[in-house]
C-alpha cells in the first residue's frame, strides 16, 4: 500500500524498501481514502496485485469503519456501494467478546470436535478431545469444561458472533 505515489504517506516504500503505511492527521482527508481504494499495484514482472483489492482493501475498510465512523459516513456519501454490512468472517477476536452462546467445529489429531461457548465456559462432550493417554481408560462418555483465560481469542466463522462490544485482535 505505501507504494502508493498518490498517497501522503511519511516515507514511500519502492522495490526492496519498505516504506511506512503513516499518514499524518493533515494529510487524512477523503482523496487520501479514494487513492487507497483505487490503487491498483504491480507486479515486479507485470501484472496486477490482486490480493491487494481481494484481501487488503476490504480490511481496509472495515478498520475504517470501527475506527473513524465520521470519515467512513464521509466515504460513502461518496461511494454509496461501500455501505453494505460488513463481514467479519475470518477476523481474529477475543472470544469473551463475542454474542454467546454459539457452536464451532475444529480439529484435534484429524478428528473433528465441536466446541460450545456459553459465554462463560467452553465445553465439548466429543470424545475425539479425549486423549487415551490421559489414563488409558476408554470412556464411554466424555464432557470437557473450562473457562478460557481473559485474552483467549478465536477466527469468527458467523456474523452473528459479532456486535458493537467485539473486541478485534486484527
Known amino acids: 500500500m505505501n507504494m502508493n505515489e498518490n498517497v501522503p504517506f511519511l516515507r514511500h516504500g519502492s522495490i526492496f524498501v519498505s516504506g511506512t503505511s503513516l499518514i499524518s492527521r493533515s494529510a487524512w482527508t477523503l482523496e ?25 482493501l476490504p480490511k481496509f475498510l472495515q478498520h475504517l469503519r470501527e475506527v473513524d465512523p465520521e470519515m467512513w459516513g464521509a466515504l460513502v456519501a461518496e461511494r454509496p456501494k461501500f455501505d453494505v454490512a460488513p463481514d467479519y468472517v475470518g477476523r481474529r477476536a477475543l472470544l469473551r467478546t463475542l454474542v454467546p452462546p454459539f457452536e464451532w467445529g475444529t480439529m484435534h489429531n484429524k478428528y473433528p470436535v465441536s466446541w460450545k461457548w456459553d459465554g462463560k465456559q467452553l465445553s465439548t462432550s466429543d470424545k ?30 458467523d456474523n452473528g458472533w459479532v456486535d458493537e462490544n467485539t473486541i478485534f485482535l486484527d
Open 32 to 56: 487520501t481514502v479514494l487513492n487507497i481504494i483505487d490503487f491498483r499495484p504491480h507486479a515486479l514482472m507485470g501484472g496486477e496485485i490482486t490480493d491487494y483489492q481481494e484481501c487488503e
Open 128 to 157: 475425539n478431545a479425549y486423549e487415551a493417554t490421559w489414563g488409558g481408560i476408554r470412556l464411554k462418555s466424555f464432557k470437557l469444561c473450562g473457562e478460557p483465560e481473559e485474552n483467549a481469542s478465536i477466527v469468527v466463522r
